[in-house]
């Protein structure tokens, strides 16, 4: 059974190389969702090795700005943050974008879509943002794998939409 474990707002530059650690480690491949200014040249190593390691790297949004742009904008914006992840990496990311707390409108979609690019969000209760319960990984696996089912999308952050260096260690 194959479970999608997908990680947003990174690059971090301590969470996500010791992630990428963790994941070497124990063979797993993922899809990280990344902020494309938070790629700096502090951080363009980790997304580097995210490609060569054979991670999916994907498209992610700080801003709910998507939401009332009109379809062009965003189609533009997509492949423009793609045009510098390539530009930057010599790796073209996936064709897949997810919008600010999953957040979709109908001009997000047409966008993404006249872009070329999938609006991915994650399964029901297979996030790790919550108010009830600590985020921990103790806390956060255990319901992950009571409520995961085969070809669902869990997402984990390894950064933080307001912080590129928030600390994520809890990811790892």
């Known amino acids: 059974a194959t479970l999608y474990l997908t990680f947003d707002d990174g690059p971090n530059p301590a969470a996500t190389p010791e992630l990428l650690d963790v994941l070497a480690k124990h063979d797993v491949a993922a899809t990280f969702f990344v902020i494309t200014p938070y790629i700096t040249e502090e951080t363009l190593p980790i997304v ?22 009109q379809p062009n904008v965003v189609a533009a914006t997509l492949q423009e943050m793609a ?11 996936c064709r897949a974008f997810r919008p600010k707390a999953g957040h979709r409108s ?67």
């Open 48 to 69: 580097r090795r995210m490609f060569e390691e054979g991670h999916a790297v994907a498209l992610h949004s700080r801003t709910r700005g998507f939401l009332a742009a």
């Open 83 to 93: 045009a510098r992840v390539e530009l930057l990496t010599g790796h073209q990311t």
């Open 106 to 172: 109908v001009p997000l979609l047409m966008g993404a879509a006249r872009a070329g690019y999938t609006v991915v969000g994650w399964g029901w209760m297979l996030w790790d943002i919550t108010v009830v319960r600590e985020r921990t990984a103790d806390a956060l696996v255990p319901p992950f794998l009571s409520r995961a089912s085969p070809g669902d999308i869990i997402v984990v952050h390894d950064g933080d939409d307001d912080d590129p260096r928030a600390d994520r260690r809890y990811a790892v």
